[in-house]
């Protein structure tokens, strides 16, 4: 089909982007290549590509999601030149879970809490690993 041709095509932001239509915001630091600053922006752009393909959300919803968080932080005051582009980006993937019924904010909380609980005890250089039985056990 084409719309599994077409997520397949999607290796990067611009072709996100281009997947999401005219107006799809981009982080600043788009123009010099350097898409990701941090791991874990590299880490929320590849669940958004997973859960995608899982028809968690379309591409146009996800095109409304990301403007909707973008615009509801400048409500807030936050800094509007693009440097919480992911910790939007991170925002809108979760209001999608929650809206969908796929998770709780109670539940994200919690795995936030593990991962950042596992990425202190692993050794730089080394893989974070979540060992899902350890959680709870605190």
Sequence with gaps: SS???MNNAIQDLSDLAQACGD???MPPTANNGAVFEEPWQAHAFA????????GVFTWPE???ALPREIAAGQTRGEA???SLYYTHW????????IERQLGTPEQIHDLEHAWADAAE??????????DIRQRGAA
């Excluded at 669940?47 to 899982?54: A, F, P, R, S, W």
């Design 62 to 64: 996800w095109a409304t």
């Design 3 to 5: 719309a599994s041709r």
């Design 90 to 97: 991170l925002n809108a993937l979760e209001q999608m879970v």
């Design 80 to 82: 509007s030149d693009g």
């Design 23 to 25: 107006g799809f915001p």
């Design 121 to 130: 005890r692993t050794p730089h250089g080394q893989a974070i690993v979540l």
């Design 47 to 54: 669940m958004t590509l997973q859960l995608h393909e899982k």
